[in-house]
């Protein structure tokens, strides 16, 4: 009985700790460096020295310039995160502009750490996600210049441009580094290959055709 009694009393004292958090920033910035000898490690990255910050390190140039969509699926996308500006570590937001050809599709992907919203500079897009199972429900909409669509954390979503000539798109996203799965390229493109048995059955189709898949060049549109 005093054995359980000590374990109850641990866990509940383990969950206090956990929760035992302060959810506000403690500073102004934590800008991100790669040298561990002279920095603190937080939230994947090591900070500068805050006395050592400048303005280049919350600076980014050349979002006016097109993304080259001479690939496969048509589209690029230029991300701006904690990659690009060193600036934006701990705090949480990052974005990207995304340039479609006629007919252009940035591809059924998903971004594990972050919700997306999309804003139209021009063209035409048809755009939609799905929920999680077992729902799986669509949301579809054709969104215009100066529209604006949400993509929740996590779902599967795509942009395709439905219009006669190119497009432009402005994606703000709620993480540093939101993270990119695009869906065919992780299944058929992984490396190593899913075993051809996996996903045979998770599809339900003939094994050539996963063959073929797999033998397939999966673009990275970023």
Not at 10 to 17: D, P, R, V
Not at 30 to 37: G, H, P
Not at 143 to 162: A, S, T
Request: aromatic letters at 10%; one cysteine or more.
């Amino acid at each position: 009985m005093k054995a359980i009694y000590f374990l109850v009393s641990l866990l509940a004292l383990a969950s206090t700790l956990a929760s035992a958090f302060d959810p506000s920033p403690l500073q102004d910035f934590c800008v991100a460096i790669n040298d561990t000898k002279n920095g603190v490690f937080v939230n994947g990255k090591f900070c500068k020295d805050p006395k050592l910050a400048n303005a280049n390190d919350f600076f980014f140039s050349g979002l006016d310039k097109p993304g080259n969509t001479s690939n496969q699926v048509g589209s690029k996308v230029t991300a701006v995160n904690v990659l690009q500006i060193l600036g934006l570590n701990t705090l949480g937001i990052s974005l990207a502009r995304i340039d479609f050809a006629p007919k252009g599709l940035n591809p059924p992907h998903t971004h594990p750490r972050g919700t997306e919203f999309l804003v139209v500079l021009e063209g035409t897009l048809y755009v939609g996600f799905v929920t999680s199972n077992t729902d799986n429900r669509l949301f579809t909409k054709v969104l215009n210049k100066g529209d604006v669509f949400v993509f929740p954390i996590g779902l599967i979503h795509f942009q395709l441009n439905v219009g006669y000539g190119n497009a432009i798109a402005i994606a703000g996203l709620s993480s540093q580094n939101p993270g990119v799965i695009t869906i065919a390229n992780a299944v058929f493109g992984s490396n190593p290959p899913i075993s051809p048995d996996v996903l045979t059955k998770a599809f339900q189709v003939d094994k050539n055709i996963i063959d073929y898949l797999q033998k397939q060049f999966w673009t990275d549109n970023s």
